[in-house]
Each structure stands twice: as C-alpha cells, then as structure tokens.
C-alpha cells in the first residue's frame, strides 16, 4: 500500500512543484498571487506542505495560522493520483499536525445552480467525509461566494472576518461580505 507523508517545503524544487500543482488546480478567480503566498511564508504566518507518496511529490498544502485556528488555504493533489486516497490520507496528517488549533476551510458555495455544482459538492463531501463540519457560514471572497467548513471549532462571519484580519491583511478582511 503506498504511503503518504506530509512534509514541511524545503528548496526550490518543492517551491517549483508547489507553484504548478497551484496554477493548474485553482482557477485564477481563486489565486491570490502566488508573491503573497511567498511573503507570508517568510513571515512565518504561513505553512507550505508537500505531499509525497512513496517519495514522490503528491500534493500541497498552504496554510494561514492563528494562535487558535488554521485555515486551509490551499489544498490539491497532483491530478493523475486524484481519486487514490491520497487526499484523505493528507487530510488526516494535517488535521493531526494542527490538532491543538481549529481548522477550516473555505469551498465554492454548493447552495446555487452553478454549470460546475457536482464538482463543487464532491470537494463539500470529501472535506465532510474528512471529520469537517458545515459551519453555516458563507461569504463572498472576492467575487466568490465560499462556505466554510471545520473541525474543531465553531465560526460565525465576525470571526471569519476578524481572522482575516488578524492573521491575512485587513484590507482583505474590509472585502469580505456576508452571505445570508
């Protein structure tokens, strides 16, 4: 059985794989420029995790850190091993990694008819299938209405927002709006 592993990024081939696998599974509506990514990370307000199977690189995850909450920023797996369990085996890493913090994410809202709703619902069933929960909170993130979901904690929108700008910037937090 393959093993998965979750390792923090170390030299440029990491960075080089990161970059890619974040160009090719987001869309660009969904990017921040990967600059700020580099940035927080220097500032140490950012963890970067690769993915390996066996060895070889598998996925990336980025990271935005509280003292009390994580939020999973980015989170893909290399397309070719989608589907193999990979995912779940690195969900579960991560969550073991943060398990004295809370952790959420944010996903494309499952609750319009959109062209993409099916993929939008697996990614919501995975995270739920990972121990997540629907923490009833949705948000326009610049453009983008995103659901959040967690485990470990419990998030209304002021404490989303006062996230962002606590830990991410607040002129990112003054873009933010409630979707109810």
């Not at 970067?48 to 995850?61: E, H, N």
């Not at 008819?113 to 697996?122: E, G, I, M, S, T």
């Amino acid at each position: 059985m393959p093993v998965v592993h979750l390792r923090k990024t170390k030299g440029v081939y990491d960075w080089i794989r990161l970059y890619r696998l974040y160009r090719e599974a987001f869309p660009a509506s969904e990017r921040k420029p990967f600059a700020i990514i580099a940035r927080m990370y220097r500032q140490r307000k950012t963890d970067l995790w690769c993915v390996t199977r066996d060895g070889s690189f598998a996925g990336m995850a980025a990271t935005i850190n509280g003292e009390d909450l994580i939020l999973l920023d980015y989170f893909a797996v290399v397309k070719s091993l989608r589907g193999q369990g990979v995912g779940s085996e690195a969900m579960g890493l991560l969550q073991e990694q943060y398990r004295d913090r809370g952790l959420f994410v944010e996903i494309e809202s499952t609750r319009s008819a959109v062209p993409d709703l099916h993929q939008r619902q697996k990614r919501k069933q995975f995270y739920l299938d990972a121990g997540m929960k629907d923490l009833g909170t949705e948000a326009n993130v610049f453009g983008v209405n995103m659901e959040l979901l967690g485990s470990r904690c419990e998030l209304d929108y002021d404490g989303y927002r006062a996230f962002y700008r606590d830990h991410y910037s607040g002129w990112a937090a003054d873009h933010l709006e409630e979707v109810k």
